[in-house]
């Protein structure tokens, strides 16, 4: 059968189902409204990382500046589509992951661009490849892990089922079987994977391209990651934590489960934060906007693009901007390092840094103060900058070790080094922990 009308039997697959969304409480659509406002704002900012994510959300929105959202896509097209003559696995520009193109796949779905062009069809064969890497990473590896992530595992199976591509049986089969081992970091439960594995077979089992027998796994894995979903949900209403809600949000308007009670109570978590300011990253903002406007990423499979208008303003009156201004005054924050078994302390030091910096200043600052003190480097990544390394030690994800963020003496952060602004007085320990 063609490819095209494999993806035209699959879209109208899914048109043709029931769909149960979550009831937004009502009086809040200013507080949504802001939301858009605000990354379309960083669409327009060419100091920010360019984000697919932020792209697709404003494209699931309800309210649209086609302008605008044509120049972040043009925007991402100059850094993510490849030229005529790269290759599979890379050529002389930098390529980028799974997760990333995955998101780039979803972006250009959510545009409704023509994915039988040259390039296009590139695209659909690299992460197609980038997939298949990582399936054999996971079967001749001790471990069992992806190259990536299995977060970034699920989110490439998504994309190409999202396209209406039949993906190789033994890649779903992989997903199916870390489902099993219930996506652990470390003791904890990873809400976050757990939701993206989740979208991932909710838009499988929907595809009507693969066996009974494979169909019948696939439908038993959404029904065991939703229970886990719901039973992650916590006394607040959130699923894990507050950051990663959204995603199991976007899970639960997936599979309809619109009549359980932990949706509305999910969602008035979600509004409660949103208009305390708490959603500062852009990524978990992007992951936001569509499940306040009742939409998951699956909902991307049937978007047409037609009869949009704009009906966004920059210009619209919000709250809650995230720009910081430091204050005048000045606090202390007690940064200490730490590298089980060593009893040592790499480091233990009392840094001052103006009130409303984040943690991100406070090492700068450590940094700073002396050479050969405190020293730290950090990559880049869609959810902000990520802590590599720390007083020479590098985190491993061969060895399954990353630089914990604790606040003394063993509270996990739930942010990010450039979101999290410690307080006057507190104690940070960086620790180098197994995962």
């Not at 959300?57 to 959202?69: G, M, P, V």
């Not at 997936?254 to 969602?267: I, L, V, W």
Request: glycine residues 6%; proline residues 6%; charged residues 20%.
């Amino acid at each position: 059968m063609e490819p095209r009308m494999l993806q035209l039997l699959f879209v109208l697959h899914v048109l043709a189902l029931p769909v149960q969304l979550c009831e937004i409480p009502r009086g809040n659509p200013a507080l949504i409204k802001c939301l858009n406002m605000e990354l379309l704002r960083l669409s327009q900012d060419l100091s920010e990382e360019l984000n697919p994510s932020v792209y697709v959300a404003l494209r699931l929105s309800a309210d649209h500046s086609l302008e605008k959202e044509a120049q972040y896509l043009q925007r991402l097209k100059n850094v993510f589509q490849p030229s005529a003559s790269s290759s599979i696995a890379g050529g002389q520009q930098k390529q980028p992951n799974t997760g990333r193109l995955a998101l780039y796949l979803l972006a250009l779905r959510a545009a409704c661009q023509d994915m039988e062009t040259l390039l296009e069809r590139q695209l659909v064969t690299r992460l197609k490849y980038h997939l298949h890497k990582e399936k054999e990473q996971i079967a001749f590896k001790r471990n069992g892990r992806p190259i990536t992530s299995y977060y970034q595992y699920s989110l490439g199976v998504l994309a190409l089922c999202v396209h209406g591509k039949k993906i190789d049986t033994h890649v779903i089969q992989k997903l199916l079987n870390a489902e099993q081992h219930k996506f652990m970091h470390g003791s904890k439960l990873s809400v976050d994977t757990m939701a993206m594995a989740g979208l991932a077979f909710a838009c499988l089992k929907q595809a009507n391209l693969y066996e009974p027998e494979l169909v019948a796994a696939i439908s038993l894995a959404v029904q065991r990651v939703t229970d886990r979903i719901l039973q992650a949900q916590t006394t607040k209403g959130t699923f894990g934590n507050i950051f990663s809600s959204p995603l199991a949000m976007q899970l639960l308007i997936a599979t309809g489960m619109s009549k359980k009670p932990e949706c509305p109570k999910g969602m008035d978590a979600l509004l409660g934060s949103l208009e305390q300011g708490h959603f500062q990253n852009p990524m978990i903002m992007s992951q936001l906007l569509p499940v306040l406007d009742g939409k998951s990423y699956l909902d991307i499979a049937t978007m047409e693009c037609r009869a949009e208008q704009d009906t966004s303003e920059l210009d619209t009156k919000c709250p809650g901007s995230r720009t910081v201004i430091l204050g005048t005054k000045m606090i202390t924050v007690q940064l200490a390092v730490e590298h089980p078994p060593n009893p040592e302390m790499l480091y233990n030091h009392s840094i001052q840094v103006p009130s409303g910096s984040s943690l991100q200043d406070v090492l700068r600052t450590a940094a700073e103060q002396g050479p050969g003190q405190f020293m730290f480097e950090t990559q880049n990544t869609l959810h902000g900058p990520f802590l590599t390394t720390v007083m020479g030690v590098k985190a491993s994800n061969g060895e399954r070790r990353y630089w914990q963020l604790l606040q003394a003496p063993h509270t996990s952060l739930q942010k990010g080094i450039s979101d999290y602004q410690p307080q006057d007085g507190e104690s940070i320990i960086l620790k180098f922990s197994p995962w």
